[in-house]
């Protein structure tokens, strides 16, 4: 039986896949990269912004097409928009089977059950806000633990979630909704994952977390932190760089884990600390427990610590009540910044949020548009300073593989394909160098820059 997988959303969304993957194919599933050759489909979906639910309903709409001479074909939809959407989802004529993020470990039962069945089936938390029961975080960490190794995505590399849900409630966000309460994984769980990735060859970790800053697991006397897991994490053999994403912005253990980036080689100098406004009022409006100023002097602090630190950050324009003056505080706040890149969203209403609920959606949509653009300009001219500053430098590089996208890089050669990779701050470097680099650490001489790539020579 071949599985057909296709992933919309954030890296936690991507290492779920990975985990359901790994657990299909131990089930005797092999895994195909067309729909044709497929006897199962599977859609990892994001409730994030309105634009990713549409892309997986049109998805289903083709799938639905498909079915028509393929009656057979099995759809199974996990992740975000099958917790929230649930039975609903369930009675779109293309899908068999809705599977939330708590109920990934029953995966390979439910696709088994559907093919021999032939019965359409829903496996979602009924109250997501209760604090989840001890059978189901149980069942979440062995199948954590049994399929974490095997994340074959990017050569080298890998990433181990640290936490699961967000008891933040931002405004506008859905994720508490769909990912339900706050729950930091055992340390000793997370190292022991982390070791056996060494061993598996895998160079850098990424620690996933909704607001992975705020990890916390209280043992005995003993309260862990992020900067506990990344100290011992930065013991670990083989282990080179080890990263985090992504982080609130607030006090509660910030100088810790600055102190353990400043202290450790291994703890990358990279930072995304999303602000979403510079504007006070607006950040109350969206529940957002800090004040521009506030978020500025974190980022002084950061700046203090680790002197060659690399920000990034997130934005939501277009937020209900944001008028010219408050975007013009945004404008102002990525000014103060100087990240070297940010994420800039339009808001887009979620059902079930506070802001949905309380809020009117009032700002139209060709403002969002203009200003999103606007903030996008600002930000380029920042990143292109920032980026201008490696010309003839040269950086250490995680070759992650073939480049994507076709870049206008000068030196093609024989066997040396464009390379994508990225500096231990998170640039973006592509360079010509053989294939069998990927998931290899290299030097590189920067001979061209632009605002979000740096282009290179290998050394
Ligand atoms: N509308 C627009 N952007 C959103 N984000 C989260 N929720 C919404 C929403 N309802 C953005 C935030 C967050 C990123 C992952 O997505 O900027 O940091
Ligand atoms: Fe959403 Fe806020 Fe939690 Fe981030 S911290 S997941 S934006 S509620």
Redesign the pocket.
């Given at each position: 039986m071949n599985v057909f997988l296709q992933t919309y959303g954030?890296q936690m969304n991507k290492l779920d896949t990975a985990l359901v993957s790994s657990a299909l194919r131990e089930a005797g599933f092999s895994l195909t990269d067309s729909v044709k050759e497929s006897d199962v489909v599977l859609i990892n979906t994001c409730s994030?912004?309105e634009h990713a639910e549409q892309r997986v309903f049109s998805h289903l709409g083709h799938l639905k097409h498909i079915k028509e001479t393929r009656p057979n074909l099995i759809v199974a939809v996990i992740g975000c928009m099958a917790q929230r959407l649930g039975a609903n989802l369930l009675d779109h004529e293309a899908v068999d089977i809705v599977c939330g993020p708590a109920q990934i470990p029953q995966i390979t039962e439910l696709v088994k059950k559907a093919i021999n069945e032939k019965q359409k089936n829903l496996a979602v938390t009924e109250k997501i806000r209760q604090k989840t029961n001890d059978y189901q975080t149980d069942a979440l960490e062995k199948f954590e633990s049994a399929y974490g190794i095997e994340d074959k995505r990017i050569p080298g590399q890998a990433f181990v979630r640290v936490m699961r849900g967000c008891n933040n409630f931002?405004s506008?966000?859905?994720?508490p909704y769909v990912r339900g309460p706050e729950v930091s994984r055992p340390p000793a769980k997370i190292i022991e994952q982390i070791k056996k990735l060494a061993e598996a060859g895998v160079k850098q970790v990424t620690l996933l977390g909704q607001r992975v800053n705020a990890y916390k697991y209280t043992a005995g006397e003993k309260i862990h932190c992020l900067a506990d897991l990344l100290e011992t994490a930065s013991d670990i053999n083989g282990i080179e760089w080890l990263r985090f994403v992504?982080n609130y912005p607030s006090e509660e253990f910030f100088d810790e884990i600055l102190q353990v980036m400043a202290d450790s080689p291994k703890v990358c100098n990279y930072l995304h600390i999303?602000a979403?406004s510079g504007s006070d009022k607006i950040l109350h409006a969206m529940n957002r427990h800090y004040t521009a100023k506030q978020y500025l002097e974190l980022l002084d602090k950061a700046r203090a610590a680790v002197a060659d630190i690399a920000i990034a950050g997130?934005?939501?324009v277009g937020f209900p009540g944001e008028i010219e003056e408050d975007f013009q505080a945004t404008v102002d706040l990525v000014h103060k910044a100087r990240y070297k890149n940010c994420?800039i969203?339009?808001?887009?209403?979620?059902p079930g949020?506070t802001?949905d609920k309380g809020l009117k959606d009032d700002v139209p949509i060709e403002v969002k548009k203009r200003r999103n653009t606007e903030l996008l300009a600002v930000q380029e001219t920042i990143s292109g300073q920032l980026s201008r500053d490696f010309l003839g430098k040269e950086v250490k590089i995680l070759v992650e593989g073939p480049s994507k996208k076709p870049h206008l890089n000068s030196a093609v050669g024989e066997g040396r394909p464009q390379l994508v990779g990225r500096t231990a701050r998170d640039y973006i470097v592509v360079f010509n160098g053989p294939a069998s680099l990927a998931g290899e650490f290299v030097r590189v001489k920067i001979i061209k820059t632009s605002p979000l790539t740096l282009f290179g020579e290998l050394m």
């Open positions: 954030c994030v912004r931002c506008y966000c859905v994720v992504t999303p979403q997130d934005f939501i994420f969203f339009k808001y887009s209403p979620r949020t802001a």
